[in-house]
C-alpha cells in the first residue's frame, strides 16, 4: 500500500515554503565531508527554510555509482541531521529524496527513501527519454504506489525532454502525487502544467518553482483558466531550487514577501520586477549560463566555500568545477547585489554549524 504524505507536512508544502537542493560537502580526497555537509544543513534550517531535497542534481548524481557508495550514507546523515531540527521546531521540516533511473532502480529508490523517513521523491525521468507516454505513466504510477511522488520537468538543455500537455494531464491523475516542481526555462511548458493541474481539478497538488530564470514572477504570477463552467485560479507558492541551496536566508526572506503581496492583492511592485532580474542575473553567475551550464554545481561550491561552509569546490568528477571566467561572474553578483548575500547571517553561526 502506498504511503501517504502527513497531513502537517502537506499542508506545508501547500502552503509553500523554500526548499533548497542540498549540495554534496567533499573533502580533497573526493571522500564525504561529514562535518560540513551537517553544517550545511544546520544553515538550511537556521535560514528558514521549510525542507531540504538530497539525492538531487546538486547532491551530484554519481552518489548513485556503487563504487562510490554515498547515496544512503548522504540520506542517512541528511535525515539525522532533520531529526535533530524537528525536534526543536514546532513543524518538521520537509524531507525530499531524488528518484532516478528505469523502472525497477527508482522503484528501489522510493522504497528505501522511504524507509530513511523521507516525505517524498522528486521524480526525475531523465532515463525515460526514450519511452512513450504510456511506459513514462506507468513509470510513475509504480513509484507513487511506494511513496508519495514530487513530479519534476526538467530543462532539456541538462537531460529533461519535452513532456507534453497530454502527459501531465494524465499525470495529474496519478493519486499519490503530491506536488509538481517546474524547470523547464520555458514559460509555455510552466503554462502546460498550470493548466494541466488547474483543468484536473488537483488543488491538492502544490506547485513549486524550478525555473532558476524567473524564480521571483513564477511566485508572484496568478495563473487563471477556465475549467468546465468555472474559472481556476493557481499560484506557484514555493521553490524547490539549486539556487536556494545559497544565499537560503535571503531567499526565505524573499519568498515571505512574495506570500505578502499575494496576500495583500495589490499591484506587483517595481522592485520586485527589478528583484526578478536580479536575482536571474545571480542566478546566471552560479549555474553557469554562459557555458550551457557546465558549471552549476562547482558555482553553488564557491558561494559557500567564499562563506566558510565548505572547504573546497570538490566534485565526484574531477573534470567538473568552475568554468573560465566563472569565478569573476560570481564577483560581479557580488557587488551588484550586496543586498541579495546572506554572508553576515553565515559569519555569525557558522562556527555554531561546524562544530559536532
Given at each position: ?315 565526484l568528477d574531477p573534470h567538473e568545477t568552475l568554468s573560465p571566467g566563472q569565478a569573476a561572474e560570481i564577483d560581479r ?24
Amino acid at each position: 500500500m502506498a504511503t501517504q504524505m502527513n497531513p502537517q507536512i502537506r499542508a506545508a508544502l501547500q502552503r509553500g515554503v523554500v526548499i533548497p537542493a542540498c549540495p554534496l560537502a567533499l573533502t580533497a580526497q573526493r571522500t564525504l565531508d561529514e562535518r560540513r555537509q551537517r553544517a550545511v544543513l544546520r544553515y538550511y534550517n537556521a535560514a528558514g527554510a521549510g525542507g531540504v531535497a538530497v539525492g538531487v542534481h546538486t547532491t551530484q548524481f554519481a552518489i548513485r555509482d556503487p563504487k562510490i557508495g554515498l547515496f544512503e550514507p548522504v540520506l542517512k546523515l541528511t535525515a539525522e541531521e532533520m531529526d535533530r531540527a524537528d525536534a526543536r521546531r514546532g513543524e518538521p521540516l520537509i524531507r525530499v529524496a531524488g528518484i532516478c533511473g528505469r523502472t525497477q532502480q527508482a522503484v528501489a529508490e522510493a522504497t528505501l527513501v522511504r524507509r530513511l523517513g523521507y516525505h517524498a521523491g522528486l521524480l526525475s525521468l531523465a532515463a525515460m527519454k526514450d519511452a512513450g507516454d504510456d511506459e513514462m505513466l506507468a513509470h510513475c504510477r509504480a513509484v507513487a504506489e511506494v511513496i508519495p511522488v514530487v513530479g519534476f520537468y526538467l530543462q532539456a538543455a541538462v537531460g529533461g525532454r519535452v513532456l507534453p500537455y497530454s502527459f501531465w494531464r494524465r499525470f495529474a491523475e496519478i493519486e499519490n502525487v503530491v506536488a509538481i516542481k517546474m524547470a523547464p526555462f520555458n514559460r509555455y511548458h510552466t503554462v502546460d502544467v498550470v493548466r494541466t493541474v488547474a483543468e484536473a481539478g488537483r488543488e491538492d497538488i502544490a506547485l513549486y518553482t524550478g525555473n532558476d530564470d524567473n524564480i521571483v514572477m513564477d511566485l508572484l504570477t496568478p495563473y487563471r483558466f477556465r475549467a468546465g463552467e468555472k474559472t481556476v485560479e493557481r499560484r506557484i507558492v514555493g521553490g524547490l531550487l539549486g539556487h536556494w541551496a545559497v544565499w537560503t536566508r535571503k531567499a526565505v526572506e524573499l519568498l515571505e514577501e512574495c506570500h505578502a503581496i499575494v496576500r495583500d492583492g495589490g499591484a506587483v511592485p517595481a522592485e520586485m520586477l527589478r528583484r526578478n532580474i536580479e536575482v536571474t542575473d545571480s542566478n546566471a553567475a552560479f549555474f553557469d549560463a554562459a557555458n550551457g551550464f557546465a558549471g552549476c554545481i562547482a558555482g553553488l561550491h564557491e558561494v559557500l566555500r567564499r562563506q566558510g561552509l565548505l572547504e573546497g569546490l570538490w566534485c565526484l568528477d574531477p573534470h567538473e568545477t568552475l568554468s573560465p571566467g566563472q569565478a569573476a561572474e560570481i564577483d560581479r553578483v557580488y557587488r551588484a547585489y550586496p543586498h541579495l548575500n546572506d554572508d553576515a547571517f553565515v559569519h555569525e553561526h557558522r562556527d555554531e554549524w561546524l562544530r559536532g
